[in-house]
């Protein structure tokens, strides 16, 4: 299930920001869906950064997503998804 939320927040309509949760503590900002992209079965992430660095991720270290409320332009207070 966590493959089918991380499809809906990409293909997501308009586009809301959003921040990957890594089992690690890290949080990878996702400001645009063109800085995601994943292995045809979901088992990589690759997240872009503004200075074209990237981080490969293992999906099964995700633990949630971050997403900032409707109308609160990226900033990073809203709603928080865990695992399914």
Known sequence: MRAETLRRLIEATPFRPFSVNLA??????VPHRDFISHSPNFRVLTIWQEDDSCDFVDFMLVT???????GNNGQRRGKRTRKQ
């Not at 949630?64 to 409707?70: K, L, N, S, V, Y």
């Open 64 to 70: 949630g997503f971050h997403t900032a409320p409707a």
């Open 24 to 29: 690690d503590g890290r949080e990878l900002e």
